[in-house]
Every structure is written in C-alpha cells, then in structure tokens.
C-alpha cells in the first residue's frame, strides 16, 4: 500500500496566498480598478473566494477564484466501483484576466489539488495535482510568447526536466478548438493527475504549484507593462472581440473545468467569470492574407516557441 | 407493418419555398441589407443553402438555412440495436434573427423531417417531423408575447386542438437555461418526433410545417414594424448584449441541435450563425429591482400568455 503525504492544508494554505499575492500585483499593475471579493461557503462542503475585477484602466474583466471543497465523491467523478465508498477533497485556484488593450493577451491559469479518502477508515487512497497556465493573444508578439514559454519551462525544471515537454504537449492538445481546427492560443503548460512517484514527492508537486503560480506572475505581468500603452484601433477592438468570441465557444463547448461545475450546479457567477466581458460572432469572418490578423490565426497550432 | 408516406421530396420542395418567401420579407422588412447565399454540397450526401443578413437597418444579424442530408445513419444517432442497418434523410429549415434595436425581439424557428429506411430493401422504417418557434424578447411588451402566441395556436388547431398546449409546454421546458435557473424567452411552440397516427397522416404534418412556416411570418414581423423605430439608449443596448450572453450561453451548452452539428462535424459557419453578433458578461449582473429589466427576467418561466 503506497503511503500518502495529505497536503490538504498546505495546498489550501498556498493557494490564499498566492491569491492575496496574485491580486495585490494586478491592482497595482492596473492602477485604478480594484477587486472585488466575494467570500461563499456551502453548508459542510466548502468555501471560497471569488475576486473579481472590472473596468480597470488596464484589465477590462478579470477574476481570480480560489475554492476548497470536500464531501462524498459524486457519481459523475467515480471512474472505478472501489471509489463509491470515498470522501473526495478538492483545493484550487482559478484566473481568467481579459485586458482592455488589444495588443496584451488575455492570460488563464489554474492549479488545484484533490484527494480520495476511504469513507470508514479515513485512510488516503489517492491524490493528484493538476492545472496549468496558457496565454491568448490577439495580435502576435514573438518575444511575448517566447517570454510566456521561457518562464514556465524554467519552473519545470526547477521541479523535473521532463515536465516542460509534457505539460507544453498536453496544453497544445488540451486547449484546442476542434469544432474550428485552430488552437485557442499559443499555448502554455498544462498538467492533470499527477501524482507523487519516486522522483517526485507530493512535497515537490507542492512547491512545484507554489513555483508555477509565482511564476505567472513574472510570465504575464512584464507582457501587460510591455504592450498596454500601444494605440489601437476600432478594428484592433473588432477583432480582439471576434476572437474572444472563441474564447467563449472552447469555454462552454469544450473546457472539462466549467462544464463540470454546471453540472455539479456549482456557483455560476463564479465559473462564468472565465468569460470575456465583450464578444463577437460575424458570419464566415476570415482576415485578410497578409495581414496581422491572419499571422496571428497562422499561429494558434502546436509551435515550439523556445526552439523557432 | 405500418405504412409510411415518404414525405421527402414534398418537404424539401416546402422548405426551399418557405426559405424564399420567409428571406424575401425580412429583406423588405430591412429595407437595406440583403441575404449572402453560400451554396453548399457535401458529397453524396447532401446539400444546403446558408442565407445570412448582416449590418441592416433593423437585422443585425440572422441567418435562414435549409439543409438536406442523407446517408448511412450515424452511431451517434442509432437509438436501438436494429438501426444498424438504416439509411438516413434529413431535411430541414432553421432561422435566427437578432434586430438591431433592443425592443425588438431575437427570434429562432426551425422545421425537420426525418426518414430511416432500411439499407437492403430500401423500405420506410420510421418517419418524424420535429421543429418549432420561440421568441427571446429583452423587454417585455405583453401584447408582443401574446401575438406571436396567438398565431401559433391558430396555426397549431387547424391540424390539431391539442398540439398547441403539447408544443407550448414542451418549449418552455426546452428553451431553458438550467444553469441559470430561468427560461430563454419567452416560449413558443416546440416538438420533435412527432408521427403520423390515425388522426393525423405524413400530409397532414407536412401541411402543418408549412403552415408554421408561413404563420412566422404572421407572428413576428407585426411585431419587428411596431418596435423597429422606438428610441433606444447605451443601456438598453447594453442590457440587450448581456441578454445575448444568455442566447450564447443556451445555443453552446444546451441546444441539442448545435451540439449536433458540432459533433458530426456539420458547416461550422452555419451551425453557429444563429450567434449574436454582440454579447456581454458582467460578473453577477442584476437589474434594478421594479427596472424594465428585471420585469423581464420576471416573465422567464412558463407564463399561460394566452390566459393572463
């Protein structure tokens, strides 16, 4: 029987603060807006906190959720018959920042934790980490995108060589449009089910989250600072707009994370705050060859951004 | 053995016609823009016409479609292990309209015939008919919702007395966003695998489709000549894209047609006209108590229009 390392607390620990952490540098980096908190609890299984902020100068909607939830492993969640008799625990964190400026990307990322537990005994009989980080631009900058790559494979590898490459495959295929064939952006790192072995403890998946949320920041906040003050235009609007309307199709269509929360009738306002605070739908939209528009569609497929 | 009364080329020859007239009065209706035809063929196994409106004076955005298909029936829609063997022929009329001016409703209709023969002998196995139409106003004007009603249950009891309350019940409970705990629209009619029985012949549904195809017209373009010109503010028109979230939101998670199409691998630029061409989220967005706004989320539920 393999021996379990509970890090219920300590996830749910890291994940407030960097929380309170991630919140603090957007604020300061937006300059006007600030977050909203709404704090929820649901009777025995959980609370969380929803941040959410709007009409920045800099962020037009944003939000940054955290939630610890815990209770009897519902149905839909069972994938063996051994795992009806389980408490199930589940700790995350959650952002979605959609900026005004066409020209700086909008940015996802998520990290969560979950643990098994035998009803009677109590005893762990499985835990996982998962999550990830991934970045939609509009307009494309090369060295954005390197830069967005560069920081999360260095965080990797602080924990196991092996993780960039996975986890970089994994989110080329994971954040993928298939109803359109095209990517839903340039990608990022994205990782579920991970478990300790003998390379790797449940402490390091620990510290590896803790190194990979902190790492966001650092991979996103000098793209804002670069391209927030660039002119644009309504076209530039336009099609920032036609493209976060497939944001909201991968969201509603495809995402495993929000499909499942409006099944298990979680809190909608919080799941929904993923979605864009303006979207466009125009028939059979295709931009020009040539233009920046279509280098940008050019690129929405598996790139390998630190070797181009 | 029942004996079935194939009704295919008479139906596709009723919705090429309806496509026409129903384009040709939203056309004058518009006074300005005029419907791009995209003709499409997929090879032996059908064909369609895509018809979409965009930048008019009064439409926005909308679409009229008709498609006709056939082929070996997929996995996906075999519902019983002697369908294996079964030839498929689908053909059908699907409509979306979204007014520029926020006190004119959204409105959706679509009609569909269905036919499985068997492979071998080339024999009718089952036929059906399905369809319907429902209205998604922003503001409610009572006398509206009751009109479109009205016509409906006129055209619904020349066929049979009992279709409209059937039909009108089954919208309400279909066009419903159950994440969101309120209705779509205001309701309409609605049904789908409706037979011939001794009471009503394959002829008698097909004049039924066609009279609710031309009662469209009846029920809503008095109502688009009565709203077009009423002033509107930026808040109305604000109020009238988060209301289009809510569209989206319906037409991505829940309708059973556009998921569909997205899984069979349909024209994706006609499966997903019937999006809005604008569309908002706010976090937790709520009316103010006693606003026109919040009247009309009042009237989201099943209301008896015709008996308030």
């Known amino acids: 029987m393999k021996n379990f390392d509970s890090k219920r607390e300590e996830f749910t620990e890291l994940i407030k603060k960097l929380q309170l952490k991630i919140t603090e540098v957007i604020e300061k980096t937006d300059g006007e807006a600030e977050f909203q908190i709404d704090n929820w609890k649901r009777e025995k299984f959980g609370f969380g906190s929803t941040r959410v902020i709007e009409n920045g100068q800099v962020f037009e909607k944003g939000g940054v959720n955290i939630s610890v939830v815990s209770g009897p492993l519902p149905k839909t969640l069972q994938q063996n018959p ?12 959650s952002l979605v920042l959609h900026p005004r400026n066409p020209f700086v990307p909008t940015v996802h990322a998520n990290y969560r934790y979950f643990e098994l537990r035998d009803k009677n005994s109590n005893e762990i009989k499985d835990q996982w980490f998962g999550g990830g980080a991934d970045l939609t631009p509009y307009y494309l900058f090369k060295e954005d995108a390197v830069h967005f790559h560069q920081i999360h494979k260095t965080v990797c590898d602080l924990t196991h060589p092996a993780f960039y490459p996975r986890f970089k495959k994994a989110c080329d295929e994971y954040f993928f449009n298939h109803h359109r064939n095209e ?4 990608g990022g790192i994205f990782f579920d089910h991970i478990r300790a072995d003998e390379n790797t403890s449940a402490q390091d998946l620990c510290e590896f989250t803790n190194n990979a949320g902190l790492g966001f920041i650092d991979a996103y906040i000098p793209i804002v600072n670069l391209r927030k003050d660039m002119n644009y235009s309504q076209q530039n609007r336009d099609w920032q707009e036609i493209r976060r309307g497939r944001y909201v199709e991968f969201n509603l269509i495809h995402d495993r994370g929000t499909l499942f929360g409006l099944k298990t009738k979680g809190r909608i306002e919080s799941i929904l705050m993923s979605l864009p605070p303006h979207a466009q739908w125009r028939y059979n939209h295709n931009p020009k060859p040539g233009s920046k528009e279509q280098q940008m569609l050019d690129h929405l497929k598996e790139v390998n951004w630190l070797n181009i």
């Open 82 to 93: 051994d795992e009806k008799e389980s408490d199930f625990f589940a700790s995350g964190i």
């Open 183 to 186: 990517a839903r952006g340039i």
